[in-house]
């Protein structure tokens, strides 16, 4: 490791760090309805909408009327994802002439863009035209976004409220989130990466002539209005195939720094979201340190695991070190432009979010250093996390620490104010253990099935870890993945597609009944024997429940990946 790149990944937090209150307080008044710069020009536009489609904004939806709206509108919105995949060729804005997308594979893609995870078994300059592009993925990235916020918002309501029947109403909080937060960042952001070199057009793609006289031709299109919100978003799906690893997604390290940003931003700023409606700030920033934590520790360790590079290309006689003339380390699958500490710091992002976005190779990564994005999505992508989601899971495994707290100290735990009871802690147990149960069973489905195994492209410890990296990518609804997994098949187009509908609302609908819960309590008085939730001492708490719970869940098939792996390869059986 160096001191510059370690400069620039304090360079990154400090940023983080500085824009979490702002853009906390700026959210917390939107999903109030508090007026905001911006109501003058937005508000007859999003009563408009309320209008059109029947909504009244002042009526209060139980859990189950939030959670069957939410179900609904991703229900629709994957039935005409699902009908634009399948008719393109007979739709608008395709200059390029592409056809129809095969039936698994437009299952597989709708079913990837309403939840979230944007999982992507297709190259997209050479498979989906511009209206699909914009019209369909790009909406989606809107929209799944902006209902992830919606449910973090109904479960903190779960905490701020008392004697309530209500959460919220999900059309309300859906609209206002797309509106006066998504939208604007997003136009203000586009245009500068518009100003950076990004494609924005409708052109055809370019013909051009190399200098040795060969004819290629350039894929273009509207790249920067997707490039924005799929990272905002925390959404991951790029225009091109080597998503923000090519350099019209990605152009520079300024562009590269800004998409780091925005992928933390809104989870970032959902805690201080989290501390103001509870009437707390304290809670707000302990759970942002507890996630800080977490995410310094995992990028540091990518860092120096890439930074060291494979000692059995050391033991070649490759000088690996870093120096004025190289970057030293592993650089196999790496842009030169980013280097090792952007590259180890971007897959520790994107994968601590529901984002999935990548500026480098994971599949070439060091056992270790690629041991920390798998990590980190099966831990839930509670580090910041997704848009919405990784704050509501976050907030499960505080219930679950709570709930142990109370049991070292022999009475009722609280959270917030809240008794956590019998009711609360099986919903959040339910919602936790679906993740596992769907990535270790369609793994184990995976490894059994010879056609399943026959798309991996290497063997041993790093093939299994490429199908379970796949099947923790698709439940963690984060999309990236060991590329070395051929995912275009009918069994992982389908089995993929189940695993990311687990992934998003087998741990949704539990999560909502919590929430549900919450809100029909009363607040309770602190106390002398209340356990505080606002300090070092549950930052600890917090921390080692997260990590007891997820390696309790997942040891035994991460040490038959990348741990076995990493061994090999030190005493030189592997590469």
């Not at 937090?13 to 003058?40: E, F, H, K, Q």
Request: aromatic residues 12%; charged residues 10%.
């Amino acid at each position: 490791m160096t001191a510059n790149g370690l400069l620039q990944i304090a360079l990154f937090c400090a940023i983080i760090l500085l824009i979490t209150r702002p853009l906390g307080g700026y959210m917390t008044r939107v999903l109030n309805g508090d007026p905001v710069w911006l109501t003058p020009v937005l508000r007859p536009v999003e009563l408009l909408f309320y209008r059109l489609a029947g909504v009244d904004e002042k009526s209060d939806q139980h859990w189950l009327r939030y959670g069957a709206a939410m179900l609904f509108f991703s229900l629709a919105g994957f039935s005409l994802l699902y009908a634009m995949l399948r008719f393109q060729a007979y739709l608008p804005f395709n200059p390029q002439g592409f056809g129809n997308v095969d039936p698994l594979l437009a299952f597989n893609t709708a079913i990837s863009f309403v939840t979230n995870t944007n999982w992507q078994n297709y190259g997209g300059e050479t498979t989906l035209s511009y209206f699909t592009q914009m019209a369909g993925l790009t909406v989606h990235n809107f929209v799944s976004a902006a209902t992830g916020i919606a449910l973090s918002v109904a479960f903190i309501r779960g905490f701020a409220r008392v004697s309530a029947n209500g959460i919220g109403n999900f059309w309300v909080d859906l609209t206002r989130t797309t509106l006066y937060v998504l939208l604007p960042l997003s136009i203000v952001v586009g245009l500068f990466f518009i100003w950076q070199g990004m494609p924005q057009t409708l052109g055809a793609y370019v013909d051009a002539t190399t200098l040795e006289g060969a004819h290629q031709s350039i894929a273009v299109g509207p790249v920067a209005s997707q490039e924005v919100i799929k990272m905002l978003g925390t959404n991951g799906g790029g225009f091109f195939n080597a998503n923000s690893a090519h350099p019209f997604e990605n152009p520079n390290a300024l562009t590269n720094l800004v998409q780091l940003v925005l992928i933390f931003s809104i989870g970032a700023a959902l805690t201080n979201v989290f501390g103001r409606m509870v009437g707390n700030e304290r809670q707000g920033w302990t759970l942002f340190t507890a996630m800080s934590v977490l995410f310094l520790a995992g990028a540091l360790i990518a860092y120096h695991f890439e930074a060291v590079g494979n000692p059995n290309v050391t033991s070649l006689g490759v000088d690996q070190a870093a120096s004025a003339l190289q970057a030293g380390g592993n650089m196999e699958g790496k842009e030169v432009r980013f280097g090792i500490a952007n590259s180890a710091l971007f897959a520790t992002v994107t994968t601590d979010a529901s984002c999935g976005a990548i500026n480098a190779w994971h599949d070439s990564f060091t056992p270790l250093g690629g041991l920390v994005p798998l990590l980190n999505m099966q831990l839930g992508e509670i580090i910041f996390g997704g848009a919405g989601s990784g704050l509501y899971g976050m907030l499960l495994f505080a219930i679950v620490g709570i709930f142990i707290c109370g049991l070292m100290v022999g009475r009722t735990p609280e959270y917030i104010g809240k008794k956590i009871e019998a009711f609360d802690v099986k919903m959040t147990a339910l919602a936790i253990i679906c993740l596992p149960f769907s990535i270790l069973g369609f793994t184990a489905l995976a490894t059994a099935l010879p056609n399943a195994v026959a798309s991996i492209a290497n063997q041993g410890p790093h093939g299994f870890s490429e199908i379970l990296y796949a099947f923790s990518s698709a439940t963690g609804n984060n999309g990236s993945a060991f590329g070395g997994l051929t995912g275009n098949t009918p069994f992982y187009n389908v089995t993929l597609g189940l695993a990311m509908t687990i992934g998003r609302f087998a741990m949704i609908v539990p999560m909502l009944a919590v929430a549900g819960s919450l809100a029909r309590k009363r607040k309770i008085a602190a106390s002398a024997g209340t356990f505080p939730t606002d300090g070092a001492l549950w930052v600890s708490i917090l921390v080692a429940v997260i990590l007891v719970v997820g390696g309790l869940t997942f040891f035994p098939a991460l040490s038959l990946g990348p741990i076995v792996e990493h061994f090999s390869m030190l005493n030189g059986t592997l590469y």
